[in-house]
């Protein structure tokens, strides 16, 4: 089946650092992928769809300054949280859609990434 | 934009007991999926339904797309410990991008 990996799974940082989270499909192309923001006992937030080869759409809300989205090929898109604060820890998780004009492909998702500044 | 409603927000159930929830979406859906995740994973596809009226198993869980195409819900027969967990409904959310709308989740815990 579809493989989504991230990473890294966990990072404890301390106040005023920029993390960078990867995420790669491993056996399939992905011209668009997705990056969630999910907090304690709540559903996934989607921050920003990630196309391949132009800029990120970013979600109302969401400061596309802070949270910088590269996706240089058709396998790897990275979110790197810029000048991390206590209130951006979270759980971060990315997604995966088959490269294809159909449009109920669904999603396949990463095992998230546990970010926790200090 | 587009909301889904899940229902019940969480189960307390004994091992061996059917389960069932549901969502409900504000608008047409042409798609419905169904997620699982674990504490501290990504979520993880369980059925993807297509068609209305589309009544689809994956082993011990059934999903129905619902006839109005506003609805579905997920049975799980037989509920065993490794059931545990976060299930979410979703669907397409709106504009060119393949956008996922999420509902709430329901938590179901199973006593053995």
């Known amino acids: 089946g579809a493989v989504v990996s991230q990473h890294p799974s966990r990072v404890i940082c301390k106040s005023g650092t920029s993390v960078k989270i990867e995420c790669r499909s491993l056996?399939?192309?992905?011209?668009?992928m997705f990056w969630y923001r999910q907090f304690p006992k709540q559903s996934l937030m989607l921050m920003a769809t990630s196309n391949e080869g132009s800029k990120a759409t970013y979600e109302q809300g969401v400061e596309k300054d802070k949270f910088l989205i590269n996706h240089a090929s058709l396998t790897l898109s990275t979110l790197t949280v810029t000048s991390a604060h206590p209130e951006d820890s979270s759980f971060y998780i990315c997604s995966a859609r088959y490269h294809s004009k159909l449009s109920n492909q669904p999603q396949h998702f990463g095992d998230g990434t546990r970010l926790s500044i200090l | 934009g587009q909301q889904l409603n899940q229902s019940p927000q969480s189960m307390f159930i004994q091992e061996g007991e059917d389960v069932s929830m549901n969502c409900t979406s504000s608008?047409?859906?042409?798609?419905w999926l169904w997620y699982k995740q674990d504490p501290g994973e990504g979520p993880v596809l369980l059925i993807a339904?297509?068609?209305?009226?589309e009544l689809t198993s994956n082993g011990r869980l059934t999903a129905q797309f619902g006839i109005t195409r506003k609805d579905s819900f997920l049975n799980i027969s037989a509920s065993i410990p490794s059931d545990v967990g976060i299930y979410f409904c979703?669907?397409?959310?709106?504009?060119?991008?393949?956008?996922?709308?999420f509902g709430k989740g329901t938590l179901l815990t199973v006593n053995p």
């Open positions: 056996d399939f192309q992905a011209t668009t």
């Open positions: 608008s047409i859906f042409n798609t």
């Open positions: 979703a669907g397409p959310g709106g504009g060119s991008n393949y956008k996922l709308t």
């Open positions: 339904l297509y068609k209305a009226g």
